[in-house]
């Protein structure tokens, strides 16, 4: 049983940075791992994801800005956040699953969540 435990997040201004990092546990092998955000009063939105073997994908947006990256050989998966925009507040979540065909970006290809933690840039 795979478990999903969130660390970082807080409050910045405008133009700052961040870094959320997830610790996945339960499975030894490389998963494919995501964060994705929720705004309040809308789904959840697929921001960056890496797959076991590195590769990434990001949502548009955060191309340039946001950078995910995985530890060596674990299942650690950091989100860097610079140039924090007021747009970018939202509530984050990492995202886990055994298999997808590539690093997707989207919800209903993961299975395992953690419990999500805030982020909220202020303008």
């Known amino acids: 049983h795979v478990q999903l435990v969130e660390s970082g997040g807080g409050s910045v201004q405008a133009g700052g940075s961040l870094r959320l990092s997830c610790t996945a546990s339960?499975?030894?092998?490389?998963?494919?791992m995501a964060w994705f955000r929720r705004i309040p009063g809308q789904g959840r939105e697929g921001v960056a994801a890496?797959?076991?073997?590195?590769?990434?994908n990001y949502l548009e947006d955060v191309q340039g800005r946001f950078i995910i990256s995985r530890e060596n050989g674990k299942n650690i998966v950091t989100l860097e956040m610079n140039a924090l925009k007021p747009e970018d507040t939202a509530t984050y979540y990492c995202?886990?699953?055994?298999?997808?065909?590539?690093?997707?970006?989207?919800?209903?290809?993961?299975?395992?969540w953690g419990q999500g933690t805030q982020v909220t840039v202020s303008s």
């Open positions: 995202a886990a699953d055994l298999v997808t065909d590539v690093p997707s970006l989207v919800e209903t290809q993961y299975y395992y």
């Open positions: 339960g499975y030894t092998l490389p998963l494919y």
């Open positions: 890496i797959g076991g073997d590195g590769s990434t």
